[in-house]
């Protein structure tokens, strides 16, 4: 099926654009022994990790839901790592997580305080996936269709019932069993689990203009602790520090930020084992200074003797993705509006909340070309304006539209307002053939209300 043949709206993940991207991250490893992990708030298309666990080190998190989605799709079956950081955690997850992560990473002592003895059990006990509770991964069964439809034709079974391999303790459904000679046995290795322990810190290093809603250095920041609040106590219990404070930036803010760590943290760095530099890296963008980031990481591991972690999100899936929609209706105000069935505020939310405005196939700006339109959609949102853009030829009902750069924070960020349906995802390969991966109905509209 190619491209224009899918049903709308979908998402379609670009295989030949994900694998690119790939490589480059691929090679800042490979010349620097630097861990890259996937951060899956931005990006948590699992079908893709059989690809994605080819290139780079492992996936980060966001809390106990991720880490689970990393463990059970990275993790487990490919020996990848799987690190979590929140600015605080539930009581009730903090055992799972000890269980599925390598790292774990705390905004604040208190939260160190609070829960390094459940880690230290989980490492005393050292064995990966037991501290689970026994309910998890047993919930029901998992549909086939779940997964990538490219899995081989031998599983038949409807549901993915969930177990443990007596050999090293490592969790696995029906569908790893069948990886567990290759990925899991031999990668897990039956080693003995062990957790690293982080702090977030804040380097006080605002290096954004203008986006302060993606400023975890802007001022009443809840995001890492300050020098002036880190002390000998924390230094006991952890292994690492982390900071995040870039979006989308280039490596010459990254600089500027490692200047402030190293002023600020650079006697504490001698003695820890790892610094983890957060996402924001835009390393895949046309115009990124690869070797100026590989001078900095190189110049941090020399320096301090340090493994080092980048977890980008956007770098990874960046201008990997589309979504396309059709037009149902075109309305007259002051210009031509083409209602769509897909929606800014429950497909693409970013492009309402950072504010930006999305690439789109074919087009230009207002006025560039003959025939400039007014894209919004069938919400009740006055507001869900997607933006102006303008084309060669008149556009008419039924007519598709490609919004580009649509795998990164959509597909995590949707949602159903309105009873809107929410796109299906599809994967297309480095041919253009698409293949479907899920489609989502009114029964997945209904179970999230009660
Ligand atoms: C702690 C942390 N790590 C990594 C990321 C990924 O950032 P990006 O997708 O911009 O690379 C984020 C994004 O907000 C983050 O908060």
Redesign the pocket.
């Known amino acids: 099926m190619k491209i224009n043949e899918l049903p709308t709206p979908c998402y379609v993940i670009d295989e030949g654009r994900l694998e690119e991207n790939l490589k480059i991250l691929k090679n800042v490893e490979d010349r620097t022994g630097a861990h890259i992990l996937l951060?899956q708030?931005?990006f948590s298309g699992f079908c893709e990790y059989p690809l994605i666990a080819e290139y780079i080190s492992g996936t980060?998190a966001?809390g106990l839901y991720e880490a689970r989605l990393g463990y059970e799709e990275m993790a487990s079956r490919f020996g990848r790592e799987n690190h979590v950081?929140s600015p605080a955690y539930r009581e009730e997850d903090m055992e799972e997580l000890a269980g599925i992560c390598d790292h774990i990473v705390f905004n604040s002592k208190a939260q160190l305080l609070k829960y390094k003895t459940v880690i230290d059990a989980a490492n005393v006990a050292g064995n990966r996936g037991t501290a689970l509770h026994s309910d998890a991964y047993s919930a029901g069964s998992t549909d086939i269709s779940d997964y990538s439809s490219n899995e081989p034709s031998d599983v038949v079974s409807s549901a993915v019932n969930i177990r443990v391999n007596p050999d090293n303790n490592c969790i696995l459904s029906d569908m790893h069993y069948r990886y567990s000679d290759k990925d899991c046995s031999s990668l897990d290795n039956g080693r003995k689990h062990n957790v690293s322990i982080g702090v977030?810190v804040n380097p006080e290093c605002s290096t954004q203009e203008g986006h302060a809603i993606?400023d975890?250095c802007s001022p009443g920041s809840r995001m890492g602790i300050k020098l002036q609040d880190f002390d000998e106590e924390i230094m006991s219990m952890i292994d690492g520090i982390?900071f995040?404070t870039?979006?989308?930036q280039n490596s010459d803010d990254l600089e500027i930020t490692l200047h402030a760590v190293e002023e600020k943290f650079g006697p504490y760095l001698h003695r820890l084992k790892w610094l983890n530099m957060?996402?924001?890296?835009h390393i895949t963008r046309k115009d990124y200074d690869v070797e100026r980031l590989i001078r900095l990481i190189k110049h941090m591991k020399e320096t301090y003797d340090l493994e080092i972690y980048l977890?980008?999100?956007?770098?990874v899936a960046l201008n990997a993705g589309y979504n396309v929609t059709k037009v149902l209706d075109i309305v007259k105000n002051d210009i031509p509006i083409l209602i769509l069935d897909t929606s800014a505020a429950c497909h693409m939310p970013d492009v309402l909340e950072m504010p930006y405005r999305p690439p789109l196939k074919d087009s230009g700006e207002a006025g560039e070309k003959l025939f400039t339109y007014r894209l919004s959609c069938n919400t009740c949102l006055a507001g869900d304006v997607i933006g102006e853009y303008s084309f060669d030829h008149e556009i008419k009902v039924g007519d598709r539209l490609y919004f580009e750069d649509m795998a990164?924070?959509s597909m995590v960020k949707n949602n159903t307002f309105n009873g809107i349906p929410l796109p299906a995802i599809a994967a297309m390969d480095r041919n253009g053939d698409c293949r479907i991966i899920k489609e989502f109905g009114y029964e997945d509209f209904k179970m999230r209300l009660s």
């Open positions: 951060a708030k931005c980060t966001s950081y977030r993606y975890p982390h995040h870039l979006c989308e957060g996402g924001g890296h977890e980008p999100g956007e770098a990164i924070y």
